[in-house]
């Protein structure tokens, strides 16, 4: 059971070149989300998406692009990166908590950007 | 969605009970109260919900008043492994809207 898995674990890339987050997660969940982390910022949301091709604005949406073709996959991207997107970033999925309709959020080991 | 105070950091001996109190004035009927649990180089994780009075589960208690303002995790007699920060969220039981993090508590267990 794999679960929900993100790749590259550790990129480091320059000002102004476009960089691709992966997320992958194996339960079929139909809500998905990208969230960033920043010392003193605890997290914040980016991007979440609802089903496939669905997808909506966080808190701090701005500089970054997503896209959900398929339930399984919710890549995120920096169009041309910035040194203040420097951060840890966190992918997650939910589901509801058996017996009602409450949800649980599932993340997955974080990707840490460097961008110079 | 309602806004949450808790407080920003707590020590702790290991094998001392900690309770960490989470205040959430603005609760609407329909949200629930949601704690994570983070570790430095890891994603968050579930570690229990509720609606009101107690919930407890094998990792901690969850107490929550009758006027549901504020709720108190009871993490009964912490380790140097429940270091950690730990997280309050109060939304709705859907998945309509997304919750939102806040800072967090940092509990750190000293020896």
């Known amino acids: 059971d794999a679960g929900i898995t993100q790749s590259p674990r550790y990129k480091i890339t320059e000002t102004g070149r476009q960089v691709t987050l992966m997320c992958h997660q194996t339960?079929?969940?139909?809500?998905m989300f990208w969230y960033r982390q920043d010392l003193g910022h605890g997290l914040r949301l980016i991007y979440y998406s609802a089903a496939a091709d669905i997808t909506d604005k966080g808190e701090v949406p701005d500089g970054y692009v997503v896209s959900r073709s398929k339930t399984e996959n919710f890549p995120l991207t920096l169009e041309s990166a910035t040194r203040s997107q420097t951060s840890v970033y966190f992918c997650?999925?939910?589901?509801?908590?058996?017996?009602?309709?409450?949800?649980?959020?599932?993340f997955g080991p974080g990707t840490r950007l460097l961008v110079l | 969605l309602a806004k949450t105070t808790q407080p920003i950091s707590m020590d702790s001996y290991e094998g001392q009970e900690v309770n960490i109190t989470c205040s959430h004035n603005?609760?609407?009927?329909?949200?629930?109260i949601t704690w994570y649990q983070q570790f430095p180089s890891q994603g968050p994780r579930f570690i229990i919900q509720g609606y009101k009075t107690k919930v407890t589960n094998e990792v901690a208690s969850l107490f929550i008043p009758a006027d549901r303002k504020s709720s108190t995790l009871s993490l009964p007699r912490v380790s140097l492994s429940d270091t950690a920060v730990y997280y309050c969220?109060?939304?709705?039981?859907?998945?309509?809207?997304?919750?939102?993090f806040g800072k967090g508590t940092r509990l750190s267990v000293i020896a």
């Open positions: 339960w079929s969940h139909s809500y």
């Open positions: 969220l109060v939304g709705p039981s859907s998945g309509n809207t997304p919750l939102v």
């Open positions: 603005n609760i609407a009927t329909n949200d629930y």
């Open positions: 997650a999925s939910s589901v509801p908590l058996a017996g009602d309709n409450q949800e649980t959020q599932y």
